[in-house]
């Protein structure tokens, strides 16, 4: 029979569009050896950040429950320092709670006009862009200064005779350069890059309708951020305040170089009372924890476990707060504001 | 209409609005000079002026960047003049050197200057390649991870996990470090025989460049992988589609295409994990047995992963309580700062400008 025969055309099998099949690479079981492993070791390294971080948490909570007593927390450390008998972390509580206030009042003013002005003036001309280029770039020079580096620069600057009021003096008349306005500034620092990274990524996500909108209606431009662009971001300028306050709480070089003389009691200058206590020396929860490890002096590690315990919380705390925010603005925003980075 | 004022500019009436307004309240000239400031702070400000105001402000952080440099490197100057760059060379025990500077008076010799930083910049420079070592591949693979295969729970889980990870502090970290894990390899890991073969020269407790550079490892791997899982979920689809289309798989895809066009995010990413991990101070000196101890590899691979280290930062930390007392201490300290500013403000901006090319197709998107 002939092979060209019509019949043989019209065969339905050799005309029929072939059959959808799993291609190679659609079943696992299909890829090379090679690749399998590959996919294993990245579930593998997922996983695995998932259980160190949870390693983490847990074991301080474990030590955390483990030595901390609610007396800890409410009863001043010895005055020396050794802190293997009675006392708790009062001071370093109260020093944490300053220290962050300090800073974080003289972060969120400068990283919110710093990123005001370059998103709504540092474009016009050449001159506006090339400062409003050198302002971005030292922020991101302070954002990747280690902290240690932060720290001696900040003592060197409140060593400086001038500054002398802000600090104590030694016997023989010297600026220590030791004190909360000292820390508290020098952590200001490190608090603005996230602060000035979140209110810039809200501004610039806001639609330029917005406020063509407010120029229409007569608004001048500073009008237009006061009322209308400031108040819309507020969320970033809040989840980048959260960042830059778990980065002051966090913090240990700058506390141990500018603020700590050693024992862990907030001890005033002078008689004075606010200003005394500002002047003068003390400590944090971070130098309180890194004083009594093995590494430190105080050497009494059930005590550095409950601070760090209690450090741990704040700091998971504080997470919380940044999503939250994130969650609350996903769903009430009317413009979409982008989630602030890391 | 006034005619004048429909052939202005579109701009004009903006400026001189708040000049049009009259002050809600007569000008407070006759009170206390700070009362009238703050009246005058209240009225509605001139767009000049606001731009003005917060131009200073942000002028201001440029000036206190320019101040930080210019602080740390004259404070670290003498320890130029007096060594030239030769304090990063080798040639003797820069502990006791420190040690030294401690004692001298507050006009020290030119003698009290002298410094060997050798084993610091080994030490430093190894503490970080080996967790860069770790932390690379780790980060890379878990951004695969999270990108392209994780489930979508897991994804929600694992997001705030990477930001917990960064922003636990140092000094917990050190704490874990130094009372588990250090005793741990002290105990367990470091052999009795180890430990003799090196009797005389350091003690093996346990405090170690490898505890610290593992450590070093978990403390940058959220940096890396925050900023390379952006960078993989910024790959177009359609390259990664045309790679699908072709007939390789998800992992090959991926493999091929996204990670070979976010090279340059890599490196970056890589770059700000270094300068991070240059700059650690706390975490090191806790858990690294602070002694300027240079490994050696010809002890046995395991042996110099026991054996302790002292890096810049984290002797800043260990001889802090001698600022201000010694100007050649004081100098030598700054000095170390100086080098790390210098390498922190070098690898920012190589990440900056080897990132730069990522924007092409970023922006397209």
Redesign the interface.
Known sequence: MNAYAPQALADPVGLEPPRPTR????SLWG?RLR?QL??L??????I???L??GA??L??GIRGFQYLRPDLLITRPQAGVDQNGAGGFLDPLVGTAVLTLIGISIAL??GV??A???VE?GQGGRARQS??R??E??????????????A??G???F?LGVLGPLSSR?ESG?V??HSFIAAGATMS?IA?PPLFAATREGLQAVPAQVREAA?AL??????T?RRVLIPSVRSNIATGAT?GI??I?????IV??VLAE?APRNEAVGSTPVLGFLRGTGSSL?SF??GN???GEGNS?TK??AA?FV??LF??A??GI??LIARAHARSSGFDVGEA?? | MDPAQITRPTQAPLASLPAQTPPSRPPARGRAGGAALLARLRRPWGDRRAELALGAVSLLICLAVGAMVALVALRAWPTFTHNGLAWLGSGGDVDRQIEGMVATSNHPPASAYHVRAWPLLYGTLLSTGLALAVALPFSLLSSIFIVEFAPKLVRKVISPVVRLLASVPSVIYGLIGILVLVPFVGNHLVTIPEKRSLIGTVELTGASVGVAALILAVMITPIMVALISDALAAVPNAWREGALALGVHKLRATLAVSLRAIRPAIVAATALACARALGEAVMISMVSGSISFAPSLGHGPLTFLAEPVRTFASSIVDNHEGFGGAPALDSTLYAFALLLLFSAIVLSIGAYLIKLPLRRYQAAR
């Open positions: 291609g190679r690479g659609s890829w690749d590959i996919l070791a990245a579930w593998g390294a997922g695995g950040l998932c160190i971080a983490i948490v074991y301080m003013p400068l006009c710093a005001a002005w370059i003036y400062l409003a050198l302002v770039s030292s922020i991101e020079i302070v954002a990747g200064t280690p902290d240690i580096v932060i001696i620069f003592l060197a600057v060593q030694s010297v220590t350069g620092l603005l120029f007569g608004k001048t431009r500073i009008a951020i960042l778990s980065r709480v966090g913090d240990t070089a141990i170089v050693g971070t924890v890194y490890s093995p590494a590690p550095a476990y760090a450090l741990l700091i998971l504080l997470n940044v999503g980075r890391l």
